[in-house]
């Protein structure tokens, strides 16, 4: 598959708290994203896999990501598509729910850190959690990704 046609696909977890929506995003793990936050937290998601159907790749995802599992015969909210500036095009869906953000577990990667160090690091792949208002999230969100939190809103 090429670059530019990546597919990814997550979920959004929303809860309602003190009578206003909170999103559940979460915070790349590994060097890279470690002194970033603003900009730098998204919904959990991660690449389809080739074959397998965009929903069952966020629900798959969900849980690699978070350590929660979802129902798949829970019923969804789609919220179509966007697409990054490096091509990636990401299916969301979103569903109602709450959890413990501090008790999510992630997967983990490997990679070489420092680079051309020939030493191996794990790092998680998600290194926390946390809700967010909409105003919050507006700020602490990859903006390609906040459409989702838009759409979310004009549907409930």
């Known amino acids: 598959m090429a670059k530019s046609s990546k597919v990814s696909a997550g979920l959004l977890l929303y809860r309602r708290e003190n009578g206003e929506l909170e999103f559940l995003l979460v915070h790349l793990g590994g060097p890279f994203w470690a002194k970033k936050d603003d900009g730098a937290w998204f919904l959990p998601k ?67 850190w420092p680079p051309k160090s020939g030493k191996k690091q794990t790092f ?17 969100m990859h903006p390609t990704e906040f459409e989702f939190l838009s759409r979310l809103v004009g549907l409930l």
């Open 124 to 140: 998680p792949e998600i290194d926390r959690a946390a809700f967010f208002t909409i105003a919050a999230a507006e700020k602490k």
């Open 46 to 112: 991660g690449e389809v896999n080739p074959g397998e159907d965009e929903k069952a790749a966020a629900l798959r995802e969900f849980r690699e990501e978070t350590g929660l599992d979802v129902h798949p015969a829970l019923e969804l909210i789609s919220l179509g598509t966007v697409k990054h500036k490096s091509g990636k095009t990401v299916y969301a869906w979103a569903l109602e729910g709450d959890c413990d953000p501090g008790a999510m577990r992630s997967n983990t990667f490997e990679i070489e």
